[in-house]
């Protein structure tokens, strides 16, 4: 039996409509919204982080949460993890975690957490939460009880999202470390009608986001569009595909977004309008709210 997480607000889940999201998300166009600089103990940071100063919410607003429903509400949990090299679990923190929380206290009936959280892969407490996020695992490592926690957590109906992920490298890597966690379970490709692509959001194309750098280099260069070089380091440019590991009644328990970055969508929504209208709205945003709104009804 899959575990009955004890969130009220995982079920509140009206969603507004497709032109409502246009119509919210672009009066906020304008609003740069900058990341603080990694605390000195950061260990594998592979993005130019703005400095800002620890304590900034990175210009995302504030806004309270009834202190009666403090544990009902949805919580963007992050997940730390140790790594080797490049990557780390630091990448895009905080802008993207406090965007996107913002965005959905924003644009669906759900009640968010502004602050989000941190725990390891074998802190207990992530059994109280129904979604995790890993970012950038490159050079991810798992022990043994971290492989063994995250097993237990994702067969008892947690669900963890996978980003910011590009290249056969990368991936190779992930599905040797992914075997400590299921030895007997390989992933497989999701159709785009598969219901994480269409609701509440019909996506015509599985989204493929780069970071606003990339795209703004390679936006005007014939036969370069949605191919990001720059992301996909010495290697042919692929489309994004989406891969999930899947229960024994074929619902998601890790989805894997491969050569794309959701989460620049995110942590980048305000350092240009042309990057905002064409990958925060277009797909981050609808996509990232399709995945949310999967993990919490399956």
Request: hydrophobic share 40%; net charge negative.
């Amino acid at each position: 039996m899959r575990h009955a997480w004890p969130t009220s607000a995982a079920f509140v889940l009206t969603i507004t409509l497709a032109a409502s999201l246009v119509a919210v998300l672009g009066q906020f166009v304008t609003t740069e919204r900058r990341s603080p600089a990694p605390a000195p103990d950061d260990r594998s940071s592979s993005k130019l982080i703005r400095n800002r100063g620890p304590e900034s919410r990175a210009g995302v607003p504030e806004w309270q949460v009834n202190d009666q429903f403090r544990a009902d509400v949805f919580t963007f949990v992050r997940l730390r993890y140790r790594s080797r090299g490049w990557g780390g679990w630091r990448v895009d923190y905080p802008g993207a975690d406090l965007n996107f929380s913002y965005r959905l206290e924003q644009l669906t009936s759900m009640r968010v957490n502004p602050d989000g959280l941190i725990l390891d892969i074998d802190d207990p407490r992530l059994f109280q939460y129904p979604f995790a996020f890993i970012i950038d695992p490159r050079s991810l490592v798992f022990s043994d009880d971290e492989a063994a926690a995250l097993r237990r957590y994702l067969m008892n109906g947690g669900f963890l999202l996978v980003d910011d992920f590009w290249g056969n490298r990368m991936w190779d890597h992930l599905m040797r470390e992914m075997k400590k966690v299921f030895p007997n379970r390989e992933p497989v490709s999701l159709p785009l009608d598969h219901p994480i692509f269409n609701i509440p959001f019909p996506m015509k194309e599985k989204p493929q986001v780069p970071s606003e750098d990339s795209a703004h280099a390679t936006q005007n260069l014939p036969g370069l569009r949605r191919t990001w070089e720059f992301e996909i380091t010495w290697e042919e440019p692929k489309p994004a595909d989406y891969r999930a590991f899947l229960d024994d009644k074929g619902r998601i328990m890790m989805l894997i977004c491969w050569n794309t970055d959701l989460s620049d969508g995110w942590e980048e929504e305000g350092i240009s309008e042309w990057f905002f209208s064409n990958f925060s709205e277009k797909y981050s945003y609808p996509m990232g709210i399709n995945i949310v709104i999967y993990a919490l009804t399956h």
